[in-house]
Nanobody
């Protein structure tokens, strides 16, 4: 089982990044996908999640209207489009897979995790 994030980097405030999560080793369309982030000295927090079929999405209040989660079950990938980035979005971003149709914002509900990708937003 593997989840590999990509697309992180350094961007100025107001800019955009698109994170991708490539999955392998499990039946992708049976798993909800979540994006989480962890800033230094802070707990890991849920950013967004999408149900296994893509029919349902959820967002943290802090990113609503700025971030968009999507998935392509045929390509076995999930994406997080991040627009209007703010310095407080700076963190390591992780994708995670949960063996359920349903999303969850609780990291303990997820079965598999990627290694993370750094996102840094400068002011």
């Amino acid at each position: 089982v593997q989840l590999v994030e990509s697309g992180g980097g350094l961007v100025e405030a107001g800019g955009s990044l698109r994170l991708s999560c490539a999955a392998s080793g499990f039946t992708f369309d049976e798993y909800a996908i979540g994006w989480f982030r962890q800033a230094p000295g802070k707990e890991r927090e849920g950013v967004s999640c999408i149900s296994s079929t893509g029919g349902s999405t959820n967002y943290a209040d802090s990113v609503k209207g700025r971030f968009t989660i999507s998935r392509d079950n045929a390509k076995i990938t999930a994406n997080l489009q991040m627009n209007s980035l703010k310095p407080e979005d700076t963190a390591v971003y992780y994708c995670a897979a949960r063996r359920s149709w349903y999303c969850s914002g609780d990291p303990y509900d997820y079965n598999y995790w990627g290694q993370g990708t750094q996102v840094t937003v400068s002011s």
